[in-house]
């Protein structure tokens, strides 16, 4: 017994050093392995700027009571792959007092380029401007688009310099923007526009598209330096725009903004109804530059049927 002794010591001691059992992910000299914490996955700039649509629509379905409508559906754009990119289309209204005659909401992505935007028309028993707010990762840039759609002639210039009205006709439509001016583009959402030009390289329209396209003073066509950064200041400024828009549309009767029944609302829906094949026009050739013949589908799903007649109700 006593010649093994010397192994007998030497064995209990090594049992009690005995190497702790290693921690999930951790390399045998006691290091942690690179893999042993999870970690948060980055959102890209093309998640980041299609980020704020279903957040904001939720608002605007809750706030505007929208029922959805199947027309991407009928023309499979519900759910659609176009040139890699996978998006979806969603449409609503809200007829009678609610006063929305078409809302639509695409998204679109393929990972690295994405297209977002939330379109609103509004029925003809108020003037509250027309809506577009759009945010996009294309050309190697963010893109920022959006505008409020005057109901009504104003003649805006781009300059934002007018002469003295000098006929009946200007006289009325100097009326008009300051009658917009104090009850929509007010000097607060003016220095809303003007902070975000400064974020990028802003493309104006001439006085003769404003007027075509009834762009109202607060139209934006921005391009941003492509970045995370960019990303997050174009989905606020949508987010933003949606939810002032939203505003406007639940106190339009408390702001004396719902319009009489007759003439009124019968002019205002002819001008509306030229204005939305007009601006049709335009919106496919934006797409259809983009994604070539693809587009004439994807701007048909988004515009909406251009003959469908508004369903008002008395206000």
Known sequence: VLDHLPMMLLALSCAGFRTPPRLAGEHPNGRRCAF???????????????????????KLVDGLNLQAKDYPASSGYDSFSLNGMSGTIQSFEAPGKANVAWCSALSMSDGSNARCSITAWCGPLSDVPHLIASAAVANGAVELFI??????????????????????????????????????????????????????????????????Q??????????????????????????????TWLGWMQTSTEKKRDL???????????????????LYGVMLGKFTAAYGEAGTGLTAADAGPLDEAYVGGAS
């Open 36 to 58: 042993s914490r999870a970690r948060p996955m980055r959102m890209s700039a093309a998640d980041v700027v299609t980020s704020w649509k279903d957040s904001t629509l939720a």
């Open 147 to 212: 505008d409020f759609r005057p109901r009504a002639d104003c003649a805006y210039d781009p300059s934002g310099v007018y002469e003295e009205p000098a006929s009946r006709e200007a006289f009325a439509m100097s009326g008009n923007r300051k009658d917009f001016a104090s009850a929509f583009f007010t000097e607060e959402m003016v220095a809303w526009r003007e902070a975000l030009v400064g974020l990028g390289t802003h493309t104006p329209l001439s006085a003769q598209d404003m007027a075509a």
């Open 214 to 243: 009834s762009a109202s003073p607060l139209y934006l066509d921005l391009q941003l330096p492509l970045s995370d950064a960019s990303a997050a200041s174009a989905a606020k400024a949508c987010e933003e725009a949606c939810l």
């Open 260 to 278: 009489p029944a007759g003439a009124k609302q019968t002019q205002v829906y002819a001008r509306d109804t030229k204005l939305k094949a007009t």
